[in-house]
């Protein structure tokens, strides 16, 4: 038994809005799709979602997966370009394996590049993972679409609320030893991060799914026994500017009741 084919998936992205030039990220967890027919291994699952994305977007797409190392600056580990493995999953880390891959240098927020702005997405970037010409702001310039495979969570948002200097995040600057071709450097980057001591302040990834449904906002596509998810960038941060404008707390666990005690408890 099996719950999809091989040309369900080029059909579904279609489906949902994915077509030739686009440049995507895509945030996934491909398992929770089911069984695809004629399944060999996970590596071959990959591959098989790889060259459906492709065969949309052609030569002149893009593809970014997130290959973030956020366990860097908390356990004094080396950040290696190269070899590094990324914490986002099966298919996230077989693209950043691919041969043709660029990954950017962000000890923190790295992305596997793989297509025609491989390059400009993951070079050139600067030691704060969310301002001017980071990989998340360049997404943003080229109204990036991001596909959601099975995945609630998207880290775009973090630049949205950076962007809108929201109360609870704040930049916080670390250390880390970064090796890159071969050398080893040490370098100040920071990062935008929240207050660890309240876990109010953490993202409830729930919370912008039923949002931007509640709006009409995104395409939604079932496959097998999962579903996929696009909306651009431009549509991202216009919703999230409009729901920060309603309630400044709806993207984490707060409610409007708990802002004047976490005001209280960090900003006076």
């Given at each position: 038994m099996y719950d999809y084919v091989e040309n369900d998936i080029k059909r579904i992205l279609v489906k949902i809005g994915i077509s030739s030039g686009d440049t995507i990220i895509c945030h996934s967890n491909i398992g929770l799709f089911g069984r695809i027919k004629n399944f060999?291994?996970?590596?071959?699952?990959?591959?098989?979602?790889?060259?459906?994305?492709?065969?949309i977007i052609g030569k002149k797409g893009t593809l970014l997966v997130p290959t973030f190392t956020t366990h860097i600056p908390?356990?004094?580990?080396?950040?290696?370009?190269?070899?590094?493995?990324?914490?986002?999953?099966?298919?996230?880390?077989?693209?950043?394996?691919?041969?043709?891959?660029?990954?950017?240098?962000?000890?923190?927020?790295?992305?596997?590049?793989?297509?025609?702005?491989a390059s400009y997405f993951c070079n050139n970037i600067p030691h704060n993972s969310f301002e001017k010409n980071s990989v998340f702001d360049k997404l943003h310039a080229k109204n990036a679409k991001v596909l959601c495979l099975n995945h609630p969570g998207c880290t775009f948002l973090h630049y949205?609320?950076?962007?809108?200097?929201?109360?609870?995040?704040?930049?916080?600057?670390?250390?880390?030893?970064?090796i890159?071709?071969?050398?080893?450097?040490?370098?100040?980057w920071k990062i935008w991060?929240?207050?660890?001591?309240?876990?109010?302040?953490?993202?409830?990834?729930?919370?912008?799914?039923?949002?931007?449904?509640?709006?009409?906002?995104?395409?939604?596509?079932?496959l097998g026994r999962g579903e996929m998810l696009t909306i651009t960038t431009t549509e991202i941060y216009n919703s999230v500017l409009s729901g920060l404008q309603q309630d400044k707390w709806f993207l984490v666990k707060a409610k409007k009741n708990d802002s004047q005690v976490i005001i209280n408890k960090y900003y006076k």
């Open positions: 060999t291994n996970k590596k071959g699952l990959c591959s098989i979602f790889f060259s459906s994305i492709f065969d908390t356990n004094n580990k080396v950040f290696d370009v190269d070899k590094t493995p990324s914490k986002m999953g099966l298919f996230a880390e077989w693209v950043r394996e691919h041969p043709k891959s660029i990954r950017s240098n962000d000890p923190f927020y790295s992305f596997a590049a793989n297509g025609a702005l949205v609320e950076r962007e809108l200097n929201v109360p609870y995040r704040f930049d916080k600057t670390f250390s880390p030893s970064i890159q071709n071969g050398h080893r450097i040490t370098q100040n991060v929240r207050y660890l001591s309240d876990d109010k302040l953490a993202h409830d990834p729930r919370k912008f799914v039923k949002f931007i449904k509640d709006q009409s906002i995104g395409r939604y596509a079932t």
